[in-house]
């Protein structure tokens, strides 16, 4: 299962609607799903690099230093080192998906 590909379809298709965003501008809703991929795989890299061994963490350190290390080349290394790393990322999208709604209902308007 791969909840979070390269391409952003999946928050798009998932995040988008339930925020109420699928309104805005097709450039502004560009500019909302890079920065919202970008908080969660902040989330996801944060609890995977937490939850790895230090043997793993200084696989990864290697990793980082070479020149193709990517936000592909890491999660292909977390896929592979970590076995609930697809999880991991179902709930951090879940997560903010949720916190997100929640703070949207509080700037959204009331309407009687």
Known sequence: MNNMPNDLSYLYKNILPSLGLRDLPADKQEQMLLKIGDIIFKRVL?????SMSEPTKAEYEKLLKTKSADAGAA???F????PNFDQL??????????EAAEIMAQVKPVTA
Do not use: C, N
Not at 46 to 50: G, L, S, V, Y
Not at 79 to 82: E, G, I
Not at 89 to 97: D, H, L, N, S
């Open 46 to 50: 944060i609890r995977a690099i937490d």
């Open 89 to 98: 990322v179902t709930e951090e999208v879940a997560g903010f998906k949720k």
């Open 79 to 82: 896929r592979a080192k970590l």
């Open 75 to 77: 999660l292909d290394f």
